[in-house]
């Protein structure tokens, strides 16, 4: 019975260890990500038309999760200008905004230039 007790206890333990190690699926953000959930999610994708689709987005201020869905073989990237957010390829992120008006855009040198921006409005 006392060993059936200890495997118990220790089968607990292992148990509540790999649940409190468990990854979140945001290590694929590069920065910007804040704990806790996010109350909205924008998606936008990257193409290799060095493009983002869609090119406007608009959200309430506060805490928003981003996702990239990067449906081209070029590395692509997410950046929000004057924000510390940056995210890689097939990635999410959270970031908190205030109310205004964000550009955003693909680093990788050229894109840009090629059109890869857009604007993120956020409303109050």
């Known amino acids: 019975m006392r060993s059936l007790r200890l495997v ?9 260890t790999l649940v409190a190690c468990g990854g979140d699926d945001d290590d694929n953000a590069d ?3 804040t704990a806790g959930g996010a109350e909205q999610t924008l998606t936008v994708e990257a193409t290799d038309a ?8 608009t959200a309430t201020a506060g805490v928003i999760r981003i996702v990239q869905d990067n449906t ?7 950046v929000i200008d004057g924000q510390d ?6 990635a ?22 090629a ?8 409303t109050q």
């Open 8 to 16: 118990s206890v220790l089968g607990l333990g292992l148990g509540l």
């Open 31 to 33: 920065a910007g990500t």
């Open 50 to 57: 060095l493009k983002f689709e869609p090119n406007q987005l």
């Open 72 to 78: 081209g073989a070029t590395t692509h990237t997410f």
């Open 85 to 90: 957010f940056k995210l890689t390829n097939d």
């Open 92 to 113: 999410s992120g959270d970031v908190e905004l205030a109310a205004g008006d964000y550009e955003f855009y693909c680093d990788v040198p050229g894109h840009r230039d």
């Open 115 to 122: 059109g890869m921006e857009g604007t993120l409005t956020v």
